[in-house]
């Protein structure tokens, strides 16, 4: 099993460098950290009184994987959850914030559990995924990993300048998509012909 550092490195790799795309919402970027997140805790990185695009251009790999740790593992009790479904909803919480708790707890009510889909990992919500877990193990990692992958599906549905993301230009599976079946088994991997049938309402 890998370490939680291992983990946020691998993070910050599929993240990438620095972009700032006016396609996405989250503004400048550099290996997933966003010029929000950098304001949200105060990190003016040239000291100039201001946090701009050029402090996002100065983080550091290593100043990611440390936010990543303290800010989306840490805090939001992605530590307490069962230790196979913490990767993809650490990976989740970085790319969507507190959506990746929701998702989960969205989850957890379709599977009959009483939780409050508020995107906090409280004492309900931990002790109804580890009965869900408990009850079936590799059934709820890849039920959580598709659920990611729907999410994705539905943001595309909803915003065309966000299909770019989950399909590319060829037609073929794009980043998204790609990220979330990194944590489904391979059987449930949509083929390319479900692929292109899921997307084919997209212009």
Not at 85 to 107: E, W
Request: glycine residues 10%; positive net charge; charged residues 25%.
């Amino acid at each position: 099993m890998q370490s939680v550092r291992q983990i946020a490195q691998d993070i910050v790799t599929r993240e990438g460098g620095y972009v700032n795309d006016p396609d996405d919402p989250g503004g400048a970027t550099n290996f997933g950290v966003t010029i929000h997140t950098m304001r949200r805790l105060g990190l003016d990185l040239d000291h100039d009184g201001s946090i701009t695009p050029a402090d996002v251009r100065r983080l550091t790999r290593g100043q990611a994987v440390g936010i990543f740790l303290e800010h989306y593992y840490a805090r939001p009790l992605i530590a307490e959850l069962p230790e196979p479904l913490q990767a993809s909803v650490f990976d989740m919480y970085v790319n969507a914030g507190g959506n990746a708790v929701k998702i989960l707890q969205r989850l957890l009510v379709e599977m009959g559990h009483d939780v409050s889909v508020d995107g906090a990992l409280g004492p309900q919500s931990l002790k109804a995924v580890r009965a869900a877990y408990c009850a079936s193990p590799d059934y709820f990692v890849d039920a959580y990993g598709i659920a990611r992958r729907n999410y994705y599906f539905r943001l595309a549905d909803r915003r065309a300048a966000s299909r770019k993301y989950a399909r590319t230009r060829a037609g073929g599976k794009g980043g998204w998509i790609k990220r979330a079946e990194e944590f489904i088994s391979p059987n449930y991997h949509l083929t390319t012909q479900e692929f292109k049938a899921r997307t084919a309402k997209w212009a």
